[in-house]
């Protein structure tokens, strides 16, 4: 499949029978460590692959670029020009798994016809080849990835090759696809001060300590995913500076070594790695620490530890436990049928012999590799039966104080080696800083949700020939608090109405949205006029100070006469729909924005009505979205309004704010106020 579109790297994955992972299957073209945090990832993820698998189809990402704007996870671990592909492997019914193929980075913007259909065609073939042999009752299973053709060494150019780079005085030696060094001929051993023989089937940083630096290792990853030559200088100590330049192909790296003069750098630590593993371990936290600032409260943050940090780790089991009182409280978990099950946790005193409430408690992780290591420490009576077989204890310590512990289950017992301890050890603190944002953050959620509660109605009056409805919902930035208000109430004979927008998204815009609508109320009760509450209404917030500006729509309606008053100040145009379906936008006068001019004035326009009018009253959320034309959206909306405003108002009130909601992002608050004049025995005094 590679070589029928010249990709340079690819790999095959496969569903777990759950159908909820994605476990990679076999790679070719690059190690398998490039790809690690992806190894294991969730069908709900926010990666190619995943995507390829639930929208059925090719996903194309055309560069570096691209990359980081669409898929910013990958573009901060591997953070190199190439192009990506990544297809479904399903027939019409089933998938079974997808495949992604990697170009470096001069190929075109966009995949070709051919490279499309050729690859479409390979995974469908695939797909069929799977299913016959789950058809066939044939377990399908990983097999070893490759890496490119085998060496040539041993043959009469290969002996000759050697000779004639022996007889050059640059540095010079070959790197496979691991990094591991295949050959170097003389004067690269003088030039790096080692024997050939301590060089020869180690890596690079692994074989020269001074080169253990993430940063050199970067370079070799750079030039195998980009195929384009990089170079990098270090210090050789104790003052020898050495550039070194990489050349890829598909098969390794050649790596030219100078001496290089005039170049000043720090010297990188001269620590031998514990592990080659270590930059995989850093693409893990930081694929991981970028998905975690996605998270905005306590169930974002279990969601993603569950779609990013369980597959990735291959755990099957989560439960995140926090600190309340001095006991342990259960927040959320993922992988038990039977909640009851992790209940058991919840309530448990700190101080108890728990390896939850230890952790917590100690801030120490602790990893049991099988159940009897774990009853081994803690008695049988004191450990919860999860039916795992392998846990590690995470504590989440956050500013320095422990708020909770995550634990991780595994099915079958699980050795922990150094490098997953210390990643998984890093995670802790990791998940502990999105929790403890999330924590407070929730907090403030339910004092915003508590005070926007408190300042808007909690129920709108029942008034005799009058069929109302009304609607609030908090735009999706922020704290999901506004100012963005509505009221009615009972005036004399008949019944005045409100809505408004303060300026702002924030506890004190709802205050002073709290403050107006108490002043229209007020002004209401004294008996003022439309023009005459609006005018009032605004050199109230003038001499409040308040630096912020509302808009509003006030109106009266007369039941008897069915006669509306209305004044706007800065507000959106309300509709009007007629008995017959015709649906008007009022071209209400209006004067300017409340708070702006003392002396404004708000001239009043008077509405006849029908029985079976309809008044439509909204903020701007309701219409105004980024990159949307005003104008258009405002007539979709009248046009919707005119098809279904026959139905009851609460389910039109719905249908509304799902009309103008279902295609766009709520940045801004949203309010509606429906009024219906209802239909009555006869006409009324006066009428015709």
């Known amino acids: 499949m590679m070589d029928d579109v010249q990709a340079h790297a690819g790999a095959v994955y496969l569903l777990s029978p759950d159908g909820q992972v994605l476990e990679m299957a076999v790679m070719a073209g690059l190690p398998r460590a490039f790809a690690a945090p992806w190894e294991r990832v969730a069908v709900a993820a926010p990666v190619p692959v995943a995507d390829a698998v639930r929208e059925r189809e090719l996903v194309w990402v055309s560069g570096e670029q691209d990359m980081a ?3 910013p996870r990958i573009a901060v671990v591997l953070p190199y020009p190439y192009s990506l592909a990544a297809l479904p492997i399903a027939t019409e019914d089933k998938a079974y798994g997808a495949a992604f193929f990697t170009w470096p980075g001069a190929h075109p913007p966009e995949i070709s016809d051919l490279e499309r259909s050729r690859l479409t065609a390979a995974c469908a073939r695939l797909a069929l080849r799977l299913r016959r042999a789950e058809e066939k009752g044939r377990r399908v299973v990983p097999e070893a990835d490759f890496l490119g053709a085998p060496s040539m060494a041993g043959t009469t ?13 640059d540095g010079l030696c070959a790197l496979d696809m691991e990094g591991r060094i295949t050959y170097a001929n003389p004067a690269a051993c003088e030039l790096v001060g080692a024997p050939v023989a301590s060089l020869l089937g180690n890596q690079l940083w692994s074989a020269l300590p001074w080169l253990n630096d993430p940063v050199y290792e970067d370079r070799y990853r750079a030039a195998l995913m980009s195929q384009h030559s990089t170079s990098f200088v270090a210090l050789r100590p104790p003052q020898d500076w050495l550039m070194f330049q990489l050349h890829p192909s598909r098969t390794g790296i050649s790596v030219h070594i100078t001496p290089a003069r005039g170049t000043i750098r720090e010297m990188p630590s001269d620590t031998p790695p514990e592990h080659p593993a270590r930059l995989v371990a850093i693409s ?7 998905a975690l600032t996605e998270a905005v ?9 569950a779609d990013e940090i369980m597959p990735a780790v291959g755990s099957h089991s989560l439960v995140m436990l926090a600190s309340e009182s001095g006991r342990l409280r259960v927040l959320g978990q993922r992988g038990y049928e039977d909640p009851t099950v992790v ?9 108890a012999q728990n390896p939850g409430a230890q952790t917590l408690a100690t801030g120490v992780p602790s990893f049991f590799e099988s159940r009897g290591e774990l009853e081994h420490i803690y008695p049988a009576r004191f450990v919860t039966q999860d039916g795992m077989a392998a846990w590690a204890y995470l504590p989440l310590i956050a500013s320095g104080r422990p708020v909770g512990t995550c634990v991780l289950g595994y099915a079958q017992p699980h050795r922990f080696t150094t490098d997953e301890r210390a990643v998984l050890t890093s995670l802790g603190g990791l998940i502990a800083q999105a929790l403890e944002r999330a924590r407070l953050y929730d907090a403030k959620n339910r004092l915003a949700h508590g005070l926007q509660a408190a300042l808007l109605p909690h129920s709108l009056p029942h008034l005799g020939g009058l069929e109302v409805a009304a609607r609030y919902l908090a735009g999706t930035q922020g704290m999901e608090i506004g100012g963005d208000f509505y009221d009615l109430m009972r005036s004399g004979e008949g019944a005045a109405a409100v809505i408004g927008d303060v300026q702002g998204h924030n506890v004190t815009a709802a205050g002073l949205m709290g403050q107006v609508r108490t002043a229209v109320r007020a002004y209401t009760a004294a008996g003022q006029p439309p023009g005459l509450v609006m005018e009032s209404t605004n050199r109230l917030l003038i001499d409040l100070e308040a630096d912020l500006l509302a808009s509003c729509v006030y109106l009266h309606l007369d039941l008897s006469r069915q006669l509306a008053l209305l004044a706007r100040s800065g507000h959106p145009q309300p509709l009007l729909r007629d008995p017959d379906g015709h649906v008007h936008i009022l071209d209400l006068p209006g004067g300017p924005l409340l708070g702006v001019d003392p002396a404004a004035t708000y001239p009043t326009m008077a509405v006849e009505l029908r029985p079976g009018s309809l008044l439509v009253l909204y903020t701007d959320g309701l219409i105004e979205a980024p990159g949307v034309d005003l104008d258009a959206s405002l007539a979709d909306l009248a ?6 405003g026959d139905q009851p108002l609460e389910p039109l009130a719905d249908s509304l704010i799902d009309q103008a909601t279902r295609s766009r992002e709520r940045v801004d608050d949203t309010a ?5 004049l209802e239909h009555r025995a006869g006409p009324p005094p006066g009428r015709d």
């Open 69 to 71: 704007r669409r898929y």
């Open 157 to 169: 150019g290969a002996v000759e090759a050697v000779h004639m780079l022996a007889r050059i005085p």
């Open 284 to 290: 893990h936290l930081l694929n991981l620490a970028s």
């Open 297 to 305: 409260g306590v169930s974002d943050v279990i969601e993603l530890v």
């Open 343 to 351: 209940d058991r946790f919840d309530g448990i005193s700190l101080t």
């Open 639 to 644: 046009a919707f309004l005119g098809r279904a």
């Open 672 to 676: 509606l106020l429906l009024l219906r």
